[in-house]
């Protein structure tokens, strides 16, 4: 497969698992959850994806549960919405490199703030 077909297939996967958190998934567990990337196998047979969770820990495993919950709804609506040859099993994964990033700016910022004070002589 093309690498440009595989980014275009990610890309969709990734645009309609959104678009399902948005719209189609009522499960009052999920909650303010986005799709921040999407790795299609080679053969096109699996696809992980990476989901961001905003909340306390106990929030972000209750999506993830709900999500895997839904993972047959998710690929059979994948199927129906993307035309591939076959419909790719889906793992999600928990990302958490955004909070991460948040708390390196929130250190960096910190750190900045500090060193702009003046200091006592």
Request: no cysteine.
């Amino acid at each position: 497969m093309s690498n440009t077909r595989k980014v275009r297939i990610e890309d969709q996967i990734r645009t309609e698992i959104g678009d399902m958190l948005l719209k189609d998934l009522k499960d009052p567990r999920i909650g303010f959850a986005s799709v921040t990337r999407v790795q299609l196998s080679g053969d096109k047979r699996e696809v992980k994806v990476y989901i961001s969770v905003f909340g306390t820990d106990e929030e972000k495993q209750q999506t993830m549960q709900a999500l895997n919950h839904a993972r047959g709804f998710i690929r059979t609506e994948i199927g129906k919405r993307i035309k591939l040859r076959h419909t790719p099993q889906i793992h999600f994964i928990l990302d958490e490199s955004i909070e991460q990033g948040s708390k390196v700016m929130a250190i960096l910022s910190e750190l900045a703030k500090n060193s702009e004070e003046p200091k006592g002589e």
